[in-house]
């Protein structure tokens, strides 16, 4: 009995995790390529820079383009339904992008909302593991402490992929392009043209308009375990200065949550935003 117990237990735990929302990201099979090659993407979502494959369908993208430089960007979504992929089904999501130009590829990706609910303690306690302090406060002012969160949840994702040998006098930055999602983190230099632990400014913003005090977090994974590099808020301009530590994979990351629309069916609109690349050196990319 004691033994049922602790697995419905650990069981229930399982799930309540499962259940909150978490860091989404797009993570290419490799970073650095040849020109031509073709890059499987893959959709994971987690902590900690350690993810599972996403489990979302078709039906939950709104947005997938693939901005190669110098040319126009490659709409995904409708690429996988064409006629030129005859084995797509209405669920089919483009997982492979050719890299035919050398330079600085950029992947980006929106979901729309899904929703969750948690009960307080529990909400309250993943406001603060986030950083969410905003939130904390308004429910505070509100009266809402013991009252269950209601949260609708998206994801916005980007990806920075090199095909070829970096080229620093590319014009077309296709990299520093901001692209219209609701939460956006911008390089404002290319990672795969920085010296190693050199720093990289990036820029948050809201619907084209920078972001001040976002906190903004940093990860590295290299060939040791995934570290936390750093935790920042952005300036009044909406930039961070992150401090990047050699090879590796890097995951930039950062959530914000305000009050939901009436029509949102949740109290809260949290949008999460990611961006991915990889450092070349012994780790493998």
Known sequence: MKHLLSVLLVLLLTASTALLANEFWLEPTRFVVAPG?????????GEDFRGQPWAGRRARLELLRHYAPGAPFLDLLTASAS???????????????????????LVALVTNNAIITLEAARFSAYLQ??????????????GQTTEPGREAYRRCAKTLVQAGPPNPADTARAWARPVGL??????????????PEAPMTVRVLR???????????????????????????????GRVLLHLSGPGQYLVSTVRMESAPAAAG??????WSTLTFGLPGKARL
């Open 37 to 45: 090659a073709r890059v499987h993407l893959r959709r994971l979502s």
């Open 83 to 105: 006629a030129a992929n005859p084995t797509a089904t209405t669920d089919t999501i483009q997982s492979t992008v050719t890299l035919h130009q050398p330079g600085t590829h």
């Open 129 to 142: 593991q986030e950083g969410l302090d905003n939130v904390l406060a308004l429910r505070e002012q509100r």
């Open 182 to 195: 609701p939460l956006e983190l911008v390089p404002e230099q290319n990672p795969y043209h920085l010296a």
């Open 207 to 237: 619907a084209g308009q920078p972001v001040a005090g976002q906190l903004v977090v940093l990860w590295r994974r290299g060939a040791q375990p995934q570290a936390l590099l750093q935790k920042i808020r952005s300036n009044q301009n």
């Open 266 to 271: 949740a109290d809260w609109q949290s949008t």
